[in-house]
């Protein structure tokens, strides 16, 4: 029976591309860690452990499970997987999913659907164009470093999505800014129009005080022509409205009161 030693290296190549064992741990990166309440899950080198760190194979993309042990025989310089993996990852692996080694290929498969759904659900269900740059940016590098070419239909979408918010966007401001122009012109024309109406009350009102002005001194004019008219046929006019003192008036009851209104002797 091999050892356990013989076991890594032999399933690590078998799941790996590369055929060198150095250039095999290379290609496999680091999802997260998980203790575990007992020793139920099996290291890639078979045995059963309770510390398990999953890795991630970028070129294969295989799934394994290696022990404290293990873990230690890959290169220090290894990258931790992208959020987006982590999280599929930790989503299957939590439900108990694919934890035996001749699950690899189904599992690999199925985290392939779950991150296009993810990544497509996210998509869908965002609307900030700051966040989908965000987005956007972290597919590419899973394409680019993780070598995940079948993100590029899930990238186009991103970026389709992207293109028309900001198609949206430029539409609504545009429109928000036409709303505003015609408030703001409709504010202006009710300006104008409260601006006219007060000069049209101002002129109004000057035409009727110079139409009252001209109505009394008319009124004016009028009685003292027929004052004097009254005055040269000598007829009293005490009791009348106008205020002419005849002759004959001029030393009754009502002398005090004309005094003091300035009629003395039918002058005023």
Same mark, same amino acid.
């Given at each position: 029976?091999?050892?356990?030693?013989?076991?890594?290296?032999?399933?690590?190549?078998?799941?790996?591309?590369?055929?060198?064992?150095?250039?095999?741990?290379?290609?496999?990166?680091?999802?997260?860690?998980?203790?575990?309440?007992?020793?139920?899950?099996?290291?890639?080198?078979?045995?059963?452990?309770?510390?398990?760190?999953?890795?991630?194979?970028?070129?294969?993309?295989?799934?394994?499970?290696?022990?404290?042990?293990?873990?230690?025989?890959?290169?220090?310089?290894?990258?931790?997987?992208?959020?987006?993996?982590?999280?599929?990852?930790?989503?299957?692996?939590?439900?108990?999913?694919?934890?035996?080694?001749?699950?690899?290929?189904?599992?690999?498969?199925?985290?392939?659907?779950?991150?296009?759904?993810?990544?497509?659900?996210?998509?869908?269900?965002?609307?900030?164009?700051?966040?989908?740059?965000?987005?956007?940016?972290?597919?590419?590098?899973?394409?680019?470093?993780?070598?995940?070419?079948?993100?590029?239909?899930?990238?186009?979408?991103?970026?389709?999505?992207?293109?028309?918010?900001?198609?949206?966007?430029?539409? @609504?401001? $545009?429109? &928000? +800014?036409?709303? %505003?122009?015609?408030?703001? =012109? #409709?504010? *202006? !024309? /009710?300006?104008?129009?409260?601006? @006219?109406? $007060?000069? &049209? +009350?101002?002129? %109004?009102?000057?035409?009727? =005080? #110079?139409? *009252? !002005? /001209?109505?009394?001194?008319?009124? @004016?004019? $009028?009685? &003292? +022509?027929?004052? %004097?008219?009254?005055?040269? =046929?000598?007829?009293?006019?005490?009791?009348?409205?106008?205020?002419?003192?005849?002759?004959?008036?001029?030393?009754?009851?009502?002398?005090?009161?004309?005094?003091?209104?300035?009629?003395?002797?039918?002058?005023?």
């Amino acid at each position: 029976m091999s050892s356990s030693k013989h076991k890594f290296n032999e399933n690590l190549i078998k799941l790996s591309q590369s055929n060198v064992l150095d250039e095999a741990k290379k290609e496999w990166l680091f999802i997260y860690d998980e203790k575990r309440k007992k020793q139920d899950v099996l290291c890639v080198c078979q045995h059963k452990v309770k510390n398990a760190n999953y890795m991630y194979n970028i070129k294969t993309k295989h799934t394994i499970i290696v022990g404290s042990t293990c873990h230690k025989k890959f290169n220090l310089g290894y990258k931790k997987i992208h959020k987006y993996l982590s999280k599929i990852f930790k989503y299957h692996l939590e439900k108990g999913e694919y934890k035996i080694i001749d699950n690899l290929i189904v599992y690999s498969q199925s985290i392939q659907r779950e991150l296009k759904k993810k990544l497509k659900n996210e998509i869908n269900n965002n609307y900030n164009i700051n966040k989908l740059n965000e987005l956007l940016d972290d597919i590419t590098f899973l394409i680019n470093n993780y070598e995940i070419k079948y993100l590029s239909v899930i990238y186009n979408l991103c970026l389709n999505k992207i293109k028309k918010l900001k198609l949206d966007e430029l539409k @609504e401001r $545009k429109n &928000r +800014e036409e709303i %505003e122009r015609k408030n703001r =012109e #409709e504010k *202006e !024309r /009710k300006n104008r129009e409260e601006i @006219e109406r $007060k000069n &049209r +009350e101002e002129k %109004e009102r000057k035409n009727r =005080e #110079e139409i *009252e !002005r /001209k109505n009394r001194e008319e009124k @004016e004019r $009028k009685n &003292r +022509e027929e004052i %004097e008219r009254l005055k040269e =046929e000598n007829i009293c006019t005490c009791n009348s409205k106008y205020k002419y003192i005849c002759k004959n008036c001029r030393n009754k009851q009502y002398m005090s009161l004309w005094k003091k209104n300035g009629y003395i002797f039918g002058v005023k």
